[in-house]
C-alpha cells in the first residue's frame, strides 16, 4: 500500500497519480536516504501548502435572542492548519440527549466561492456541554467533529475537500 507524500491519501497499486490531489506517485527504487526523503517531504510540504491555500472551513451556529435564532458563520481554521489537526470552536454548547446525531451545518470558502455542507455527526457518549471543531485527514477529506466534556469525539462521514 503506498500513501502519497503530499496528501497521505492510499495510492492503488500500478496508479500514477494520487486519487486525492493527483500528485505523481512516487516510487523509490532500493534505499531512499535519509536526505532525499527529507527534500521529498520538503516538496510534498510546498506541494501541500499550494493546494490548500486559500481554502477555508466555518462552522454554522445558531444562538437564540428575545425574537427567535440567530445564524453565525464561525471560521474555524484554513485548510493548511487543520491538516491532520483537530481545531475546535471557542464555543459550547448544550447537549441534545435524545438525538443520536446532529446535523452541523458548515462552509468550506475556496476562491472566493462558497460550498455549503450538510454533514450528520453522533452525538458523542458522556454529559454536559458539546464543543465542534473540523479537521482534514488523509487525502484531504474533512470532518466535522464533536467533542463531549469527557473527552470523546465522534467525526462526520468524510467529504473529499478538493473535489468541492
Given at each position: 500500500m503506498n500513501r502519497c507524500m503530499v496528501c497521505g491519501g492510499v495510492i492503488?497499486?500500478?496508479a500514477g497519480n494520487c486519487p486525492y490531489c493527483?500528485?505523481?506517485?512516487?516510487?523509490?527504487i532500493g534505499e531512499c536516504s535519509d536526505e532525499a526523503m527529507q527534500r521529498l517531504e520538503q516538496k510534498a510540504a510546498v506541494k501541500r501548502g499550494k493546494l490548500l491555500e486559500g481554502i477555508s472551513v466555518q462552522?454554522?451556529?445558531?444562538?437564540?435572542k428575545n425574537d427567535g435564532l440567530e445564524q453565525h458563520t464561525v471560521s474555524v481554521g484554513a485548510a493548511e492548519e487543520l491538516y491532520?489537526?483537530?481545531?475546535?470552536?471557542d464555543l459550547n454548547f448544550a447537549p441534545a440527549y435524545q438525538l443520536r446525531e446532529l446535523e452541523i451545518k458548515s462552509v468550506v470558502v475556496r476562491g472566493g466561492q462558497q460550498k455549503q455542507l450538510h454533514l450528520c455527526v453522533p452525538v458523542p457518549d458522556g454529559s454536559g456541554e458539546l464543543r465542534a471543531g473540523a479537521m482534514l485527514d488523509d487525502g484531504f477529506c474533512l470532518y466535522?467533529?464533536?467533542?463531549?466534556?469527557?473527552?470523546?469525539v465522534t467525526r462526520?462521514?468524510?467529504v473529499e475537500l478538493l473535489k468541492l
Amino acid at each position: 500500500m503506498n500513501r502519497c507524500m503530499v496528501c497521505g491519501g492510499v495510492i492503488p497499486e500500478q496508479a500514477g497519480n494520487c486519487p486525492y490531489c493527483g500528485e505523481y506517485a512516487v516510487q523509490v527504487i532500493g534505499e531512499c536516504s535519509d536526505e532525499a526523503m527529507q527534500r521529498l517531504e520538503q516538496k510534498a510540504a510546498v506541494k501541500r501548502g499550494k493546494l490548500l491555500e486559500g481554502i477555508s472551513v466555518q462552522l454554522v451556529t445558531l444562538d437564540w435572542k428575545n425574537d427567535g435564532l440567530e445564524q453565525h458563520t464561525v471560521s474555524v481554521g484554513a485548510a493548511e492548519e487543520l491538516y491532520h489537526t483537530e481545531k475546535w470552536l471557542d464555543l459550547n454548547f448544550a447537549p441534545a440527549y435524545q438525538l443520536r446525531e446532529l446535523e452541523i451545518k458548515s462552509v468550506v470558502v475556496r476562491g472566493g466561492q462558497q460550498k455549503q455542507l450538510h454533514l450528520c455527526v453522533p452525538v458523542p457518549d458522556g454529559s454536559g456541554e458539546l464543543r465542534a471543531g473540523a479537521m482534514l485527514d488523509d487525502g484531504f477529506c474533512l470532518y466535522v467533529l464533536l467533542k463531549s466534556e469527557n473527552g470523546t469525539v465522534t467525526r462526520s462521514e468524510p467529504v473529499e475537500l478538493l473535489k468541492l
